[in-house]
């Protein structure tokens, strides 16, 4: 499969602490994507690392990425109780038409008061 | 600019009916996908398209699912004769252009009965 997974699967924390997630993929990618996803909602974009990049930051949130291990990660500082939702990386591979976007499996990241 | 709209929010179905999701992408975007979600899982890709085209359908099931994206109006995801195995959500996603991060709509959450 050339599907992003995600881990953890879950992700419990305090208001206050960090929250990290992980995502690899299998094949060459244009970018990856990190997207949130509140309870039954549709998804809103984070964050847009393109495979040249190594990092990139957007206000509490920092993204890096490693093509050699084809992984990234997401890393939400100070988090806080409204950072509760699913976050889901997502690639856009190097072969597919347009932005089609190959999604993981996500992360459901509950931050505690 | 309005963002992206899908309708309708809710649709039930009965076993061998008719079911149509409308999607307007943003206002100056000609891309647009479809995904569908199973409960606690990620978006799979169905269908990319671009005004009156088909871009990739490699995701959408051969029988009984078709997608059009008409020069005027929005997109339509039709499935015909439902089965329960076609109960999730439905989302939407458009872009400006082909490599860069999609907009999604709140999707549809079709049940079928």
């Known amino acids: 499969s050339q599907q992003g997974e995600e881990d953890p699967q879950a992700l419990s924390i305090q208001e206050g602490e960090n929250a990290t997630m992980n995502c690899s993929y299998k094949t060459s990618i244009n970018n990856l994507q990190w997207y949130r996803q509140n309870s039954g909602r549709g998804l809103v974009h984070l964050i847009l690392?393109?495979?040249?990049?190594r990092e990139k930051h957007s206000g509490r949130l920092r993204v890096t990425l490693d093509t050699s291990k084809k992984s990234s990660s997401l890393l939400i500082t100070a988090s806080r109780a409204a950072d509760t939702a699913s976050y889901f990386c997502?690639?856009?591979?190097?072969?597919?038409?347009?932005?089609?976007?190959?999604f993981g499996g996500g992360t459901r990241v509950l931050v505690k008061p | 600019n309005a963002g992206v709209m899908q309708n309708p929010r809710h649709l039930v179905r009965r076993r061998g009916q008719e079911a149509r999701l409308r999607c307007s992408p943003m206002?100056?975007?000609?891309?647009v996908y479809w995904y569908r979600q199973l409960p606690e899982e990620g978006l799979k890709f169905m269908v990319y398209l671009q005004k009156e085209n088909i871009i990739d359908e490699s995701g959408m099931p051969k029988e009984r699912f078709s997608a059009e994206f008409p020069k005027e109006g929005p997109s339509i995801l039709r499935i015909q004769q439902v089965v329960r195995g076609d109960s999730a959500a439905y989302f939407c996603?458009?872009?400006?252009?082909?490599?860069?991060?999609?907009?999604f709509g709140s999707g549809t959450q079709l049940s079928v009965l």
């Open positions: 996603a458009s872009s400006h252009n082909s490599n860069e991060k999609l907009f």
């Open positions: 690392i393109r495979s040249n990049e």
């Open positions: 997502a690639t856009a591979f190097a072969k597919a038409a347009g932005n089609k976007l190959t």
């Open positions: 206002k100056g975007h000609s891309h």
